[in-house]
């Protein structure tokens, strides 16, 4: 799927704002469909991601929950093979897990993102996905 009105649900957002697109390689998108200052405590974004775009490995000390909605991308753990992903795809990922995801270089890539147990604070930023990790992957 490279057309991405194919695979819109949710708004696409803007850009990912400037403090946090120094962790993407490529151009992503954020809509918060629940925001971070909300009484429900459980943040959702609307995460767009343009074909070869991904964001650097990461960590959530309260974990992650990817819900696939459009594209094709990957899912990797630290150690681990990156995984495919398409639309209906559920990725769980435990407290403090070292991963990064993104889209595949030919398809654009639409995800929520779901961040669990926010009281154990904020994403840890780690380093870049190198273009030799992820050019093994088409």
Known sequence: MNNLSES???PKGEKIPEQYSKY???TAYLSMLVPRE??????????????????????????QILLV???RGYYQE????ARELRPGDVVKIAPNIKHWHGAAS????????????VHAGPPEWLEPVTDEEYNKLK
């Open 78 to 81: 630290e150690g681990k093979s």
């Open 8 to 10: 819109v649900i949710f």
């Open 69 to 71: 909605t459009g594209g």
């Open 38 to 63: 909300d009484e429900f405590n459980c943040p959702i974004g609307n995460v767009t991601f343009e074909p070869g775009a991904r964001n650097n490995w990461h960590k959530h000390p309260g974990g």
């Open 24 to 26: 993407f390689i490529g």
């Open 106 to 117: 030919d398809s654009w890539f639409v995800h929520l993102s779901i961040e669990t147990n």
